[in-house]
């Protein structure tokens, strides 16, 4: 079904792979259309009520964007390819079933930047974060600017920018770029692990959680005013009657999602 993933689903949770180990990872125009894909499936597909992406082999989650596509763009197609991928990254953010990355190796560039439009991240403790970009002459072009900011403030996020330096995962620990670090080979359970609990709680008031949140960074949102009509949203649906009447029974609540 895709030429550079490799999904699983089991207990309802997605984990999604991707495949160019020999390239580290790199993203090129497959991967994206690959992933347009997988954002439309986890969208439309009931059982998936959450998400984990990561990356093949030991070394990398995602090295960067695939430099050797950059030779042949003029402006034109540049701006166009930044476009795309920001679009991309924006719908993996704005999804309503959690999305998170499960970071081994490097997260450099465009991996960076994939991992931050994730709802949060765990990192190995062989992770390595950074916007090289400078490097090449560019910028990050995928929402990296915004987003480093918004999760590690404007003078972390600058120095990293302009220095095109690396961070390891304990500095990104420290910096709230990451939620935890973990031994390599614990880093998949420990996600799965966190999906687990947050899968056995009301999957529209997670969804509202998350729209919610995302209101904080966007301009044209009101968000208190979004969380008020989310919560009378939630207070009229069968989970919140089943929460409500589980809370009360000392029982354990069973979620459909209505």
């Known amino acids: 079904m895709y030429q550079t993933l490799l999904t699983t689903l089991g207990n309802n949770v997605l984990t999604i792979t991707i495949n160019r180990p020999e390239k580290l990872n790199a993203l090129n125009k497959d991967v994206f259309t690959d992933l347009e894909n997988v954002i439309t499936e986890i969208e439309q597909n009931e059982e998936v009520r959450s998400v984990i992406i990561t990356g093949a ?3 990398a989650f995602v090295a960067g964007a695939d430099i050797t596509e950059f030779n042949s763009l003029n402006k034109g197609q540049a701006v166009a390819m930044a476009k795309r991928g920001q679009d991309i990254f924006s719908r993996m953010e704005r999804c309503t079933k959690p999305i998170v990355a499960a970071v081994n190796g490097f997260a450099l560039g465009g991996g960076c930047e994939l991992s931050m439009a994730c709802h ?7 992770a390595r974060f950074g916007q090289p970009e400078v490097n090449l002459g560019l910028i990050p072009g995928y929402g990296g600017t915004q987003r480093l900011v918004q999760l590690i403030g404007k003078g972390r996020a600058i120095e990293l ?7 390891d995962a304990n500095t990104a620990l420290q910096y709230g770029l990451v939620n935890y670090v973990v031994k390599q080979d614990e880093l998949l359970s420990k996600a799965r692990s966190i999906l687990e609990t947050i899968n056995s709680k009301a999957p529209l008031a997670i969804a509202a959680c998350i729209k919610a949140a995302n209101a904080v960074y966007d301009e044209t949102v009101n968000g208190f005013d979004l969380e008020v009509k989310e919560f009378g949203d939630c207070f009229d649906t069968e989970d919140m009657k089943e929460g409500t009447a589980a809370f009360l029974e000392k029982r354990k609540a069973l979620f459909k999602g209505k």
Do not use: D, V, W, Y
């Not at 949060?120 to 062989?126: D, M, T, Y």
């Not at 920018?161 to 961070?167: D, G, H, R, Y």
């Open 120 to 126: 949060f991240r765990i990192a190995s403790e062989n």
């Open 161 to 167: 920018l302009i220095s095109a330096n690396m961070i």
């Open 57 to 59: 082999g030991s070394k």
